[in-house]
């Protein structure tokens, strides 16, 4: 009799579980905006210093035209900032794997870059390449840049010696070493880098807009800041948001399922 009961007891924490995680972003959302809320009543704040829920979701029905236009140049730069980066990342990292000297010259290289401020970094982006995108998408590369290289060295340092070993038993050479082996084994490595680089390639395109720029939230929030339209500023930052949540969602799931041989120690076991 226990035996029969065993399937039940198993399927309903399941079930429950699916409910609940369908209902998380409902529950977080609702949570988020009644603080919001319950903020504003008790500090008292004014609209044009915090405003509130209510005037921030009419501002985005009002101007839904402007903040699409604006975001589209965003979203593009920061796309298109995700993968150039990545990009670079990967060339950088795998000659850093391979030849010894490439990495003693390159490292200190990478790590110099780190100590000097993005922002710094913009006004002469927008110098040298204009008020257009290029200058937006280069510094979204060079804030993926840097964490997609090192998560991607670092997992192509970290292989496994024993299947590098018997690989070179059997006779493979330095290229199958690092198509068989090396790249699989770091594959899980560079996913972690690459949904870090996600999460934060939206600071760049922002930052580049707030710098100098004709289009795009960043430049919409610096002119709606001017003008004490704050409402308008909370409308672009919670799109900005929305697309960023969005976006490392998507690359998650395309993550998971490109790479089906990455453990996952912290999934509940059915």
Known sequence: MSLQNNPHTNKKPLTERRWLMLARPLIIVVALIATWQALVLITGAPKYMLPTPADVWTTLIARHDVLFDHAQYTIAETVIGLFAGAALGTLAAIPMALFSPVRF????ILLVSQAIPFFALAPLLVLWLGFGLASKIAMAALIIFFPVTVAFFDGLARTETGWLDLARTMGASRWRLLTHIRLPAALPAFASGFRVATAVAPIGAVIGEWVGSSHGLGYLMLHANARVQ?????ACL???CAFSITQYFIVDRILRAALPWQPDSLKPVR
């Open 238 to 240: 919670l799109i900005l």
């Open 105 to 108: 010259w390159l490292m200190p």
């Open 230 to 234: 704050i409402d308008m500023v909370f």
